[in-house]
Structures are given as structure tokens and as C-alpha cells.
């Protein structure tokens, strides 16, 4: 069914885009699917004469993310069109992936030469080294909490264990974690689709400026981790610039931890909602690979991609997209796309699964995909294994989730064993 004059409440579609849907937006992404795979909607922006398009379905979110002669990432390419990622930003505060160049907005030549010079570093041999840090920091966290018989998944061990490697990997002092932490959910909940909220861009301000100070002092003592080898880099010439450099390092630190720390919170949830899968788990954790993925399909931190733009006129499942409309396909209705997956809406951790894409598709998937993949299994697996008795320690209406567009998440999440 694809009828494009049947359109969703524009409130309901708002609180999706915005993240005020609340903690089960997938009845009304059941429903979207229905309308059709893609629908048009009220611009998330405002006050644009462009038509924005929702993207519900898997083939036709694939067709989106991987086709780049139809879509981009780079509003500015296009002809008369402006950034919207460059609005509302500060011009003297030092550039982050937010307001410099990154991977995230550039395609073609400059996303292939930035993706280039990290994917040195981000390779499946190295990510996979890193299991056992991975392994020693899981267990380090375990160890503290072991002996109380009550933990905070989120701040005990989802959100330490990632930002932990990522700093370990970078260089960064596990001493600055805490402010990284504020400035990361600054980010995460203040910015959407042209929506900042009150004091965010003083956060990627002080973010900035605290990159720019890393790096600087990574100049003058340089060591052997990942931000000193792009620092290398950049002073061999032409290929990064000194805004990129900064830009992609704060890329790095961001989404090094956020995706991975809401995959372990919401996972460790989706498991003790489903305690019969829990307990299949528990009983084989060879099955926990399989079960990462499952729990990526099945509630991935993403909602949507980042919005893509038509670069022509075209045509995506009977819908005429003009030049320049602004095209969002939403992960977490493709990933319970009933064309694509048997019983869409179950939890089954031995479910075979041909692809997702809660880590993106095509050149802008996650760099870091490999690594939030062996963190998922560490994490999982050292939990279940070390603390198989694990049971919420609070009411499960009272768990608190945060919304954004960029993750979804728990805010706290206690249990006791």
C-alpha cells in the first residue's frame, strides 16, 4: 500500500522526529509503514518551502543511504540550498563534526579521503586486538559492583565501558571522561533537525575548545595512540586540514561511546522484558553475537539516519522527490519491516538476519561498527556470565528513557542480583 494522499497526524509525526513519542514508537511506526514505504511530512525544519519525505521501509531506506546519484549528505552541494548543519553556530568557537567538515556531511572525494585516513586505524584485525581491553575493563567495572548485590547499568557499566575504550584508543585522560560526558549529552539531546535547545552552544563551544587544547598538547608530547597518528597526518600536508583534524576527533570521541553505551542500557532492557529469551541467553552465550544484532534490529539506538537531500528530481516508490526535498529514512522502522523480517515485532536471539540498519548502510555506515560489535559481545557475555541473576530493581514503568534523534537511550537503569 503506498497512498500518498493519506497522511499521518502532523503532531504525531513532529514527536517522532523530535523525540517526544514517547518509549514505544512502534505501533505508529507500524502504522507509517501502512500509509506507505515513503509519505511526505511536515518539515522538521519550519518555514521551508521544500517538502520533506519520511523513509519507512527497508528497501527503499537502502535505495537512500547507498544511492549517491540521487541523494547527499551535503545540502550546500546543492544548487541555491544552505547547510542546515552550519545553523545557528558560532564562527570564533573551534570547529567539532557539528560545525566543521566530518564524514558525516561530505560525500564523494572529500568523504572518501577523510574515511580513508581513519579507516587505517579502524580496520576489523585492530578492532578486534582490542577484546582483550575490552575484556579487562568489563571486568574491572564488574568488580566494583560485584559484592553489593545492586547496580546502575547505565552509570556502572553501559556508559564507563565504551568511553573507557575509545579513550584508551585516542589517547584522551580517563580524568576528562566526566566533562565528555556533558558535553556528549548536550549534543545528543539539544540538537535535531534545525532544533537547538538553551545552552548547547555553549557545550559545543567548551567541546571544541576543549579539542583544539588536546590536540595541542598532543603536538608537544605526542604518544602512539590514534590522535597523534592523525596529527601525523595532518602535518604531512594536503590531506587533513587543521578544522578536519579537530572535526573528526570530536566525531570520534562522540560517537566512539554513545551508540555502544545505549546498545548495552537498552539491550540489557529488551533482555529482562523478555525473560524467556533472557534465559536462552543465559544458557548458551555463544549466542550472544546473534543476540547483539538481534537487539541492534529490534530497538537500535538510532531512530533515523541523518537526513539526506535529493540531488535531481526523482522518483523513490511511486513519490516524485523534487531537488533539494529532504529525505529522512527511519531505522527503526525499516528494521521491523514486515517485507523484510519474519515476525517483525518479536525478540528472537536466534533469528538469522540478512542485514539491519541500525548502524547505517553505504559509505556513511558506522566507521566504528567492528568495535561496538565486540563490545556488545563482551558486555553481554561477561554480565550473563559473572551476574546471571540479574532483575530490574525498580518499577518498569519508572525506567526513564531519553529521546533524541541522534540515539535513544535509558537514563539510568538499576538492577539487583
Request: aromatic letters at 4%; proline letters at 6%.
Given at each position: 500500500?503506498?497512498?500518498?494522499?493519506?497522511?499521518?497526524?502532523?503532531?504525531?509525526?513532529?514527536?517522532?522526529?523530535?523525540?517526544?513519542?514517547?518509549?514505544?514508537?512502534?505501533?505508529?511506526?507500524?502504522?507509517?509503514?501502512?500509509?506507505?514505504?515513503?509519505?511526505?511530512?511536515?518539515?522538521?525544519?519550519?518555514?521551508?518551502?521544500?517538502?520533506?519525505?519520511?523513509?519507512?521501509?527497508?528497501?527503499?531506506?537502502?535505495?537512500?543511504?547507498?544511492?549517491?546519484?540521487?541523494?547527499?549528505?551535503?545540502?550546500?552541494?546543492?544548487?541555491?540550498?544552505?547547510?542546515?548543519?552550519?545553523?545557528?553556530?558560532?564562527?570564533?568557537?573551534?570547529?567539532?563534526?557539528?560545525?566543521?567538515?566530518?564524514?558525516?556531511?561530505?560525500?564523494?572525494?572529500?568523504?572518501?579521503?577523510?574515511?580513508?585516513?581513519?579507516?587505517?586505524?579502524?580496520?576489523?584485525?585492530?578492532?578486534?586486538?582490542?577484546?582483550?581491553?575490552?575484556?579487562?575493563?568489563?571486568?574491572?567495572?564488574?568488580?566494583?559492583?560485584?559484592?553489593?548485590?545492586?547496580?546502575?547499568?547505565?552509570?556502572?557499566?553501559?556508559?564507563?565501558?565504551?568511553?573507557?575504550?575509545?579513550?584508551?584508543?585516542?589517547?584522551?585522560?580517563?580524568?576528562?571522561?566526566?566533562?565528555?560526558?556533558?558535553?556528549?549529552?548536550?549534543?545528543?539531546?539539544?540538537?535535531?533537525?534545525?532544533?537547538?535547545?538553551?545552552?548547547?552552544?555553549?557545550?559545543?563551544?567548551?567541546?571544541?575548545?576543549?579539542?583544539?587544547?588536546?590536540?595541542?598538547?598532543?603536538?608537544?608530547?605526542?604518544?602512539?595512540?590514534?590522535?597523534?597518528?592523525?596529527?601525523?597526518?595532518?602535518?604531512?600536508?594536503?590531506?587533513?586540514?587543521?578544522?578536519?583534524?579537530?572535526?573528526?576527533?570530536?566525531?570520534?570521541?562522540f560517537a566512539g561511546h554513545e551508540t555502544?553505551?545505549?546498545?548495552?542500557?537498552?539491550?540489557?532492557?529488551?533482555?529482562?522484558?523478555?525473560?524467556?529469551?533472557?534465559?536462552?541467553?543465559?544458557?548458551?552465550?555463544?549466542?550472544?553475537?546473534?543476540?547483539?544484532?538481534?537487539?541492534?534490529?529490534?530497538?537500535g539506538p538510532a531512530t533515523i539516519s541523518?537526513?539526506?537531500?535529493?540531488?535531481?528530481?526523482?522518483?523513490?516508490?511511486?513519490?516524485?522527490?523534487?531537488?533539494?526535498?529532504?529525505?529522512?529514512?527511519?531505522?527503526?522502522?525499516?528494521?521491523?519491516?514486515?517485507?523484510?523480517?519474519?515476525?517483525?515485532?518479536?525478540?528472537?536471539?536466534?533469528?538469522?538476519?540478512?542485514?539491519?540498519?541500525?548502524?547505517?548502510?553505504?559509505?556513511?555506515?558506522?566507521?566504528?561498527?567492528?568495535?561496538?560489535?565486540?563490545?556488545?559481545?563482551?558486555?553481554?557475555?561477561?554480565?550473563?556470565?559473572?551476574?546471571?541473576?540479574?532483575?530490574?530493581?525498580?518499577?518498569?514503568?519508572?525506567?526513564?528513557?531519553?529521546?533524541?534523534?541522534?540515539?535513544?537511550?535509558?537514563?539510568?537503569?538499576?538492577?539487583?542480583?
Amino acid at each position: 500500500m503506498n497512498n500518498s494522499d493519506q497522511r499521518l497526524p502532523e503532531k504525531a509525526v513532529l514527536g517522532l522526529l523530535s523525540g517526544e513519542s514517547g518509549e514505544n514508537p512502534f505501533p505508529l511506526f507500524a502504522q507509517i509503514r501502512e500509509v506507505g514505504s515513503v509519505i511526505p511530512i511536515p518539515s522538521p525544519m519550519g518555514g521551508t518551502n521544500q517538502q520533506s519525505w519520511m523513509v519507512t521501509r527497508m528497501e527503499e531506506a537502502m535505495q537512500v543511504l547507498k544511492d549517491h546519484s540521487r541523494f547527499t549528505v551535503d545540502q550546500s552541494s546543492i544548487d541555491g540550498q544552505s547547510d542546515i548543519h552550519q545553523t545557528n553556530t558560532d564562527s570564533s568557537a573551534p570547529p567539532t563534526f557539528l560545525t566543521g567538515k566530518s564524514m558525516l556531511s561530505v560525500d564523494n572525494l572529500d568523504h572518501r579521503r577523510l574515511r580513508r585516513l581513519v579507516s587505517k586505524a579502524f580496520t576489523p584485525k585492530y578492532m578486534e586486538s582490542l577484546r582483550p581491553r575490552v575484556q579487562k575493563i568489563a571486568d574491572e567495572l564488574l568488580d566494583q559492583v560485584q559484592d553489593k548485590g545492586v547496580m546502575d547499568i547505565v552509570k556502572d557499566y553501559a556508559y564507563p565501558l565504551p568511553i573507557n575504550v575509545i579513550s584508551d584508543m585516542l589517547g584522551v585522560p580517563r580524568s576528562d571522561q566526566v566533562k565528555i560526558r556533558e558535553w556528549s549529552g548536550a549534543i545528543a539531546h539539544g540538537l535535531g533537525l534545525g532544533r537547538e535547545e538553551p545552552g548547547v552552544a555553549e557545550q559545543i563551544r567548551a567541546f571544541g575548545e576543549y579539542i583544539a587544547k588536546l590536540v595541542a598538547d598532543k603536538r608537544q608530547h605526542p604518544d602512539d595512540e590514534l590522535i597523534s597518528q592523525l596529527i601525523a597526518i595532518e602535518e604531512e600536508g594536503d590531506q587533513l586540514s587543521e578544522t578536519e583534524l579537530l572535526s573528526m576527533i570530536s566525531l570520534l570521541i562522540f560517537a566512539g561511546h554513545e551508540t555502544t553505551s545505549n546498545l548495552i542500557a537498552t539491550g540489557t532492557l529488551m533482555l529482562l522484558d523478555h525473560p524467556e529469551q533472557l534465559e536462552k541467553l543465559k544458557t548458551d552465550l555463544h549466542l550472544v553475537p546473534s543476540a547483539v544484532e538481534e537487539l541492534l534490529r529490534f530497538n537500535g539506538p538510532a531512530t533515523i539516519s541523518g537526513p539526506r537531500f535529493a540531488i535531481k528530481d526523482t522518483e523513490l516508490a511511486g513519490q516524485q522527490i523534487k531537488k533539494g526535498d529532504m529525505v529522512i529514512p527511519v531505522l527503526k522502522s525499516a528494521n521491523r519491516d514486515e517485507l523484510q523480517f519474519e515476525e517483525p515485532e518479536e525478540l528472537d536471539i536466534t533469528r538469522t538476519i540478512k542485514r539491519h540498519l541500525a548502524l547505517g548502510h553505504g559509505i556513511h555506515s558506522c566507521l566504528g561498527a567492528p568495535l561496538a560489535r565486540i563490545e556488545g559481545d563482551v558486555a553481554f557475555s561477561t554480565l550473563l556470565r559473572r551476574i546471571p541473576n540479574l532483575r530490574l530493581n525498580v518499577p518498569r514503568d519508572s525506567v526513564i528513557w531519553k529521546f533524541t534523534l541522534s540515539s535513544q537511550g535509558l537514563t539510568s537503569l538499576p538492577v539487583t542480583f
